[in-house]
């Protein structure tokens, strides 16, 4: 398994800014993955993200809104970039370590106002 | 028709029930099913992996897996207030090799309250 943590656990927003959420995982890994879960959804895959080349985006999902960063083995970032009320949510990171099976984070919980 | 369906609930049972969450799915590719169990404000936990139809054991946990029905369960013995939580089932199909991603699809998660 893995320890993963987030940053950060819960924000409010005003409409047109932008937040970035940090991931920080206690093991080298090579996939990192990040979701969104609305309420009362299921989760959803935004991208993936493969140190050392560009993050692969869900069908639904743009880069220009959901930047990433995967800058070393261990650690990655998301922006919600230009928010609405429609991005409130809990983003959640996770990590594979070999298996099919991914280790999640505690989430962060994002309202924009 | 989504993926993979689950139950919402919620499931309301007294303290020490058997209880059985289940998941339907379409995708005949799906080879990896996962359950996880989320508590309120926290991210999902895994409980349970299982790849072969059959059933797997652990502890007071059973995950159940009949691929000829594309159906899968999990099954929680003398259920403790301590269970309450969303469970969610997730299941991915090995895209390929060498570098490829392992996309899990998630069920909307059955909310579960274990009454003392």
């Known amino acids: 398994s893995a320890v993963i943590s987030q940053k950060p656990s819960r924000d409010i927003c005003q409409r047109g800014t932008s937040l970035t959420i940090q991931c920080q995982v206690d093991?080298?890994?090579?996939?990192m993955f990040w979701y969104r879960q609305q309420p009362g959804q299921s989760l959803t895959l935004i991208a993936t993200a493969n140190q050392g080349s560009e993050a692969t985006y869900e069908s639904g999902f743009v880069i220009d809104k959901f930047p990433i960063s995967r800058p070393n083995l261990t650690f990655s970032t998301l922006t919600v970039s230009n928010m609405s009320p429609e991005d409130s949510s809990i983003y959640l990171c996770s990590v594979d370590v070999g298996g099919p099976e991914q280790f999640f984070g505690p989430g962060t919980r994002l309202t924009v106002l | 028709q989504k993926e993979v369906e689950q139950d919402p609930g919620p499931l309301s049972v007294p303290e020490g029930a058997i209880v059985s969450l289940n998941c339907t799915y379409s995708?005949?590719?799906?080879?990896?099913f996962m359950w996880y169990r989320q508590y309120s404000r926290k991210g999902p936990e895994l409980l349970m992996y299982?790849?072969?139809?059959g059933n797997k054991e652990d502890g007071r946990f059973t995950a159940q897996v009949d691929k000829s029905s594309k159906y899968i369960s999990l099954f929680i013995r003398d259920s403790q207030p301590s269970d309450s939580a969303t469970y969610l089932c997730a299941m991915s199909a090995l895209l390929n090799y060498g570098g490829a991603t392992n996309k899990l699809i998630f069920g909307t998660g059955t909310l579960l309250a274990v009454q003392p």
């Open positions: 995708n005949s590719a799906f080879q990896y």
């Open positions: 093991s080298q890994v090579t996939m």
């Open positions: 299982t790849y072969s139809s």
